[in-house]
């Protein structure tokens, strides 16, 4: 079965970085855009990025952009979210998300935490 397991979250201060890794599994990883959300307490899920099968098209949250870059491996079924100049905003549980014959599948999430 698909299954997408994300990791590298943790706790940051303002202005730093972390990067998110989602290895996925059970899916011809190489067919199918790749998406990061994120919830955080008390606010609706919100989309951060996507990227395109090839990993040549990306598209991002207004809150985002300039400071995160999604990017994927293919050969390695992976897509990752490098997250810079961190603002505590972006405090929220983030998961990795696909969508497979208007399936959605996620994973379990991994906690972002900004704070000083």
């Known amino acids: 079965q698909v299954q997408l397991v994300e990791s590298g979250g943790g706790l940051v201060q303002p202005g730093g970085s972390l990067r998110l890794s989602c290895v996925t599994s059970?899916?011809?990883?190489?067919?199918?855009?790749m998406s990061w959300y994120r919830r955080a307490p008390d606010k609706a899920r919100e989309l951060v990025a996507t990227v395109t099968t090839a990993g040549t098209g990306t598209n991002y949250a207004d809150s985002v952009k300039g400071r995160f870059t999604i990017s994927r491996d293919n050969g390695k079924n992976t897509v990752y979210l490098q997250m810079n100049i961190l603002k505590p905003d972006d405090t929220a549980v983030y998961y990795c998300?696909?969508?497979?014959?208007?399936?959605?599948?996620w994973g379990q999430g991994t906690q972002v935490t900004v704070s000083s």
């Open positions: 998300n696909t969508r497979i014959w208007s399936q959605d599948y």
């Open positions: 059970g899916l011809t990883f190489s067919r199918y855009a």
